[in-house]
């Protein structure tokens, strides 16, 4: 496994804003350690600044266990050291168990100077009624649990939760992009998406649903005024996949329309989050998007909203890890297994930055990138 030479990398300091957040320079020398080991274009410009890597590190998946906390925050250090710098989460991935494995991670690449904060791009989301490190036994203990922690501290009202346990209300997003920001360890998180905003329409309307993503919005304008995120966006799994009438859609021609409402051309509203894969092609395939009167692709309507693209699920969860058609070795002649053909499926896509790939196992890493790095074949 390859890695990146230690000791090299400053320290970030509460007094030097400039290392604490992912910067257009810190990802620049990340990219120059690295470019020369990867296949062209592994590094990309994002619309927000930063320079990404085109495989990212998920962390959603595993057992809100402290062997997979353990897991995860071992594989985080090697992924980063190998040349990845996105890494994702979310407050309610396992517990936030999550957040906290990757602030732990963090913590301990800069510590030992082997990654510097600038040069990571760190993404986490809020939409979801994240539970604590054990997650309630039954029903009832989860209803207690939202009166006792949200309600009756008046983070959410009753009509703000939607389908059990989703909300966009802005005091909500806001208590939990704070809780993020302290389980992470950090002052600045780089990307925070609004999660499966679509979820909402499963009680409101969909205008009701604008309506509440303006006021969400205008809140996480306030936070990257404030340094708090650096950008933000939304992360789907339907909404952006599915044709115009279908109940679950939602365009980016109306997200990108809100932010600019808000902060024009300014805004930071960069990102959007949506799964791709050889299973699930249809943000390349199907044009499902409304732009300027037309039907598009999500991924065109993304490029040309100025909106950077996370592919999510690329493997399926595992299940395109392995029994690829053989026809399939054919354009990715530099892979050796299904699960980086998988991957350089989604790679190679116009309009996709970066991939992200769950990964709570150090030979996975190894597997994953050795498909886009020099030399291997």
Same mark, same amino acid.
């Given at each position: 496994? %390859?890695? #990146?030479?230690?000791? +090299?990398?400053?320290?970030?300091? &509460?007094?030097? $804003?400039? !290392?604490?957040? /992912?910067?257009? @320079?810190?990802?620049?020398?990340?990219?120059?350690?690295?470019?020369?080991?990867?296949?062209?274009?592994?590094?990309?410009?994002?619309?927000?600044?930063?320079?990404?890597?085109?495989?990212?590190?998920?962390?959603?998946?595993?057992?809100?266990?402290?062997?997979?906390?353990?897991?995860?925050?071992?594989?985080?250090?090697?992924?980063?050291?190998?040349?990845?710098?996105?890494?994702?989460?979310?407050? %309610?991935? #396992?517990?936030?168990? +999550?957040e906290?494995?990757?602030? &732990?991670?963090? $913590?301990? !690449?800069?510590? /030992?100077?082997? @990654?510097?904060?600038?040069?990571?791009?760190?993404?986490?989301?809020?939409?979801?009624?994240?539970?604590?490190?054990?997650?309630?036994?039954?029903r009832?203990?989860?209803?207690?649990y939202?009166?006792?922690?949200?309600?009756?501290?008046?983070?959410?009202?009753?009509?703000?939760?939607?389908?059990?346990?989703?909300?966009?209300?802005?005091?909500?997003?806001?208590?939990?992009?704070?809780?993020?920001?302290?389980?992470?360890?950090?002052?600045?998180?780089?990307?925070?998406?609004?999660?499966?905003?679509?979820?909402?329409? /499963?009680?409101i309307?969909?205008?009701?649903?604008?309506?509440?993503?303006?006021?969400?919005?205008?809140?996480?304008?306030?936070?990257?005024?404030?340094?708090?995120?650096?950008?933000?966006?939304?992360?789907?799994?339907?909404?952006?996949?599915?044709?115009?009438?279908?109940?679950?859609?939602?365009?980016?021609?109306?997200?990108?329309a809100?932010?600019?409402?808000?902060?024009?051309?300014?805004?930071?509203?960069?990102?959007?989050?949506?799964?791709?894969?050889?299973?699930?092609?249809?943000?390349?395939?199907?044009a499902?998007?409304?732009?300027?009167?037309?039907?598009?692709?999500?991924?065109?309507?993304?490029?040309?909203?100025?909106?950077?693209?996370?592919?999510?699920?690329?493997?399926?969860?595992?299940?395109?890890?392995?029994?690829?058609?053989?026809?399939?070795?054919?354009?990715f002649?530099?892979?050796?297994?299904?699960?980086?053909?998988a991957?350089?499926?989604?790679?190679?896509?116009p309009?996709?930055?970066?991939?992200?790939?769950?990964?709570?196992?150090?030979?996975?890493?190894?597997?994953?990138?050795?498909?886009?790095?020099?030399?291997?074949?």
């Open positions: 496994m %390859n890695s #990146r030479p230690r000791g +090299s990398k400053p320290v970030a300091s &509460s007094g030097d $804003q400039t !290392l604490l957040r /992912a910067s257009d @320079a810190g990802t620049a020398g990340f990219c120059q350690d690295f470019e020369t080991q990867f296949a062209k274009e592994f590094f990309r410009p994002t619309s927000f600044g930063p320079i990404a890597s085109s495989i990212g590190i998920g962390t959603y998946l595993g057992e809100a266990t402290s062997r997979d906390d353990a897991a995860y925050e071992t594989t985080i250090r090697a992924a980063v050291k190998c040349g990845v710098n996105v890494i994702d989460t979310a407050i %309610n991935y #396992r517990g936030q168990r +999550s906290h494995a990757v602030g &732990s991670a963090i $913590q301990e !690449l800069i510590a /030992a100077r082997a @990654a510097s904060r600038d040069e990571l791009i760190v993404c986490s989301k809020g939409g979801y009624i994240p539970l604590g490190r054990e997650a309630p036994a039954t009832e203990e989860y209803h207690a939202v009166k006792r922690e949200f309600i009756d501290q008046e983070v959410l009202r009753p009509e703000d939760i939607v389908a059990g346990g989703h909300s966009l209300a802005p005091r909500f997003l806001r208590y939990c992009l704070a809780k993020s920001r302290q389980n992470l360890g950090l002052r600045t998180i780089d990307v925070y998406y609004v999660h499966n905003p679509g979820q909402q329409l /499963a009680g309307s969909r205008d009701e649903l604008l309506a509440r993503l303006r006021a969400a919005f205008a809140m996480l304008e306030e936070a990257a005024t404030r340094g708090e995120i650096g950008a933000y966006g939304c992360a789907t799994w339907d909404s952006l996949r599915v044709p115009p009438g279908h109940k679950a859609h939602l365009a980016l021609e109306d997200i990108v809100i932010a600019q409402e808000l902060a024009g051309d300014a805004h930071h509203c960069r990102a959007v989050q949506l799964p791709i894969s050889l299973a699930m092609p249809e943000a390349a395939r199907d499902t998007q409304p732009l300027k009167g037309t039907l598009a692709t999500a991924l065109d309507a993304a490029a040309a909203l100025g909106l950077t693209v996370v592919a999510s699920a690329p493997l399926m969860q595992a299940k395109l890890t392995t029994g690829l058609p053989a026809a399939l070795r054919i354009p002649p530099r892979c050796t297994t299904d699960a980086q053909r991957i350089e499926f989604v790679r190679s896509m309009g996709v930055t970066t991939v992200l790939v769950g990964m709570k196992r150090v030979e996975h890493v190894d597997e994953n990138l050795a498909g886009v790095r020099l030399g291997k074949s």
